[in-house]
């Protein structure tokens, strides 16, 4: 059973930064890609950043990139998500996502149950 917990959220205000941390379970982590997506307030979950298995690539939204780190430890089966220079429009509740590949017709193999991100100005 697979089993993704996410910690590091919480309010900060514009401009400044939050790690959020996944931890996995249940399944061969460095046998799948790891995103990490977003659902604000009446919006549709949007993937935001996502890494190959090997960590040697990672994707972005344009909405976040430039600003926003993915990466992850085989070792520990933990992926991390930096944000920096948040904006309001950040705030969202987060969640960690095993994925079948990073990006284009991907399955998602299972989900966490997210942590809450408010950026306030």
């Known amino acids: 059973q697979v089993r993704l917990v996410e910690s590091g959220g919480g309010a900060v205000q514009a401009g400044g930064s939050l790690r959020l941390s996944c931890v996995a379970s249940g399944l061969t982590f460095s046998d799948y890609a790891m995103g990490w997506f977003r659902q604000a307030a009446g919006k549709e979950r949007e993937l935001v950043a996502s890494?190959?298995?090997?960590?040697?690539?990672?994707y972005y939204s344009d909405s976040v990139k430039g600003r926003f780190t993915i990466s992850r430890d085989n070792a520990k089966n933990t992926v991390d998500l930096r944000m920096n220079a948040l904006k309001p429009e950040d705030t969202a509740v987060y969640y960690c996502?095993?994925?079948?590949?990073?990006?284009?017709?991907?399955?998602?193999?299972?989900w966490g149950l997210g942590t809450q991100v408010t950026v306030s100005t």
């Open positions: 890494i190959r298995y090997t960590g040697d690539t990672t």
């Open positions: 996502a095993a994925m079948t590949r990073p990006t284009g017709a991907y399955a998602i193999v299972g």
